[in-house]
T-cell receptor, first 117, second 114 residues
Framework: ETGVTQSPTHLIKTRGQQVTLRCSSQ?????VSWYQQALGQGPQFIFQ???????GRGNFPPRFSGLQFPNYSSELNVNALELDDSALYLC????????????????FGPGTRLTVL | AQSVAQPEDQVNVAEGNPLTVKCTYS??????LFWYVQYPNRGLQFLLK??????LVKGSYGFEAEFNKSQTSFHLKKPSALVSDSALYFC????????????FGAGTTVTVRA
């Protein structure tokens, strides 16, 4: 086990609703990345948070937003849910060292399975 | 833009035989390469990574991977597969130009038959 936890495990929402997913990073890690994994596909990078600020974003619309808290835990918020948002949402934590980055191994949580009806 | 390709959707091998899962990448500059494994209804589990140095990288559970810069490949290997190695395997790549954000391949399902 990586020590990265996510809640809830499963979630069912209807189109147009809003959802908040939560992630607790591994002890000692300061960076959280969020990924969307649609069925049968590889994870797609949504965004990354480092020291409470967004540090890079993938090709996702603004209705996907996030937060990182002083204890380095994080939230992913999705507004105006669409059917295509149904996926496994993965959180990964890592330790970013100034001047480093290349060796930041990301450790993943078990994911939240979101179903949008 | 960086990208990762896993040309095989599925790999089937007999237990005890060598296992190879293929991966090619496209990254500007020096690539940073990772392999992860995913079991059903679970998150991704880190296997190994290549940052620099020896082209042959050894990781968890007897897996290793060979970095080939000229062929832009990073194939995952295991000399003797186990039934418990049956899972979904993902190759991922990052680079300095993209601040090491990872791009993943579509995954390869490995089935090891007894």
């Amino acid at each position: 086990e990586t020590g990265v936890t996510q809640s809830p495990t499963h979630l069912i929402k209807t189109r147009g609703q809003q959802v908040t997913l939560r992630c607790s990073s591994q002890s000692g890690h300061n960076t959280v990345s969020w990924y969307q994994q649609a069925l049968g596909q590889g994870p797609q990078f949504i965004f990354q948070y480092y020291r409470e600020e967004e540090n890079g974003r993938g090709n996702f619309p603004p209705r996907f937003s996030g937060l990182q808290f002083p204890n380095y835990s994080s939230e992913l918020n999705v507004n105006a849910l669409e059917l295509d948002d149904s996926a496994l949402y993965l959180c990964a934590s890592s330790l970013k060292v100034l001047g480093g980055g290349a060796s930041d191994t990301q450790y993943f949580g078990p994911g939240t399975r979101l179903t949008v009806l | 833009a960086q990208s990762v390709a896993q040309p095989e959707d599925q790999v089937n091998v007999a237990e005890g035989n060598p296992l190879t899962v293929k991966c090619t990448y496209s990254v500007s500059g020096n690539p940073y390469l990772f392999w992860y494994v995913q079991y059903p209804n679970r998150g991704l589990q880190f296997l190994l990574k290549y940052i620099t140095g020896d082209n042959l990288v050894k990781g968890s559970y007897g897996f290793e991977a060979e970095f080939n810069k000229s062929q832009t490949s990073f194939h995952l290997k295991k000399p003797s597969a186990l039934v418990s190695d049956s899972a979904l395997y993902f190759c991922a790549a990052g680079g300095r130009s993209n601040d090491y954000k990872l791009s993943f391949g579509a995954g390869t399902t490995v089935t090891v038959r007894a």
